[in-house]
C-alpha cells in the first residue's frame, strides 16, 4: 500500500484549488486526476482521505469544494509550487520548468522553499498571480516572454 505524504496531500489541494479557480465552482473529480495525471479511482481515494481530514467536502455528482483549512493548505502549496518555478527560472535558466517544479514540489519541504524564497524575487501578491491555465505565475511568464 502507497503511503501518503503531507506533499502528496498538498499537491492533491493545489490541484483541487486550481480546478475550482477555473470551473468557478466545486471540483469536478475528473478534472483533478486529469490534472495530477491519476487515475480517478486514485483521485477519489485521496479526496476521500483529505475530506475525512477535514480539508474538504466532497459531494457525489457535484464535486469538491475545500474548507477553510484546505484553502489555507492549497495556497501555502501553491505559492511553494510558484517559488520553484521562479528559482528554476530565474536563478538555473531551466527551460522544462513546470515539469521540474512538479516532481521537486514532492521532495522540497517548507524551510527548504523559504530559503530559495530568500534568492528569488518572488511578488508579493503570490500566489494570487498564479495563472491555472498556464500552470504558471503569470508574471512570470511575461518576464519569460519578455527574455526572448
Do not use: W
Amino acid at each position: 500500500m502507497e503511503v501518503v505524504g503531507v506533499n502528496t496531500a498538498d499537491q492533491y489541494l493545489k490541484a483541487i484549488y486550481l480546478v475550482q479557480e477555473l470551473e468557478n465552482g466545486p471540483a469536478s473529480t475528473g478534472r483533478v486526476a486529469e490534472m495530477l495525471d491519476v487515475s480517478p479511482a486514485s483521485a477519489n481515494e485521496m479526496i476521500g482521505k483529505l475530506e475525512d481530514s477535514g480539508l474538504l467536502d466532497h459531494e457525489k455528482y457535484k464535486g469538491v469544494d475545500l474548507t477553510d483549512e484546505g484553502i489555507q493548505r492549497a495556497r501555502d502549496a501553491l505559492q511553494t509550487y510558484c517559488i520553484i518555478e521562479r528559482f528554476l527560472v530565474e536563478v538555473l535558466d531551466v527551460e522544462e520548468f513546470r515539469a521540474e517544479a512538479t516532481q521537486l514540489q514532492s521532495v522540497i519541504d517548507e524551510t527548504v522553499a523559504e530559503r530559495l524564497d530568500t534568492i528569488i524575487d518572488r511578488e508579493p501578491q503570490c500566489p494570487d498571480c498564479f495563472a491555472p491555465e498556464a500552470d504558471v505565475c503569470s508574471l512570470l511568464e511575461l518576464e519569460a516572454d519578455a527574455a526572448d
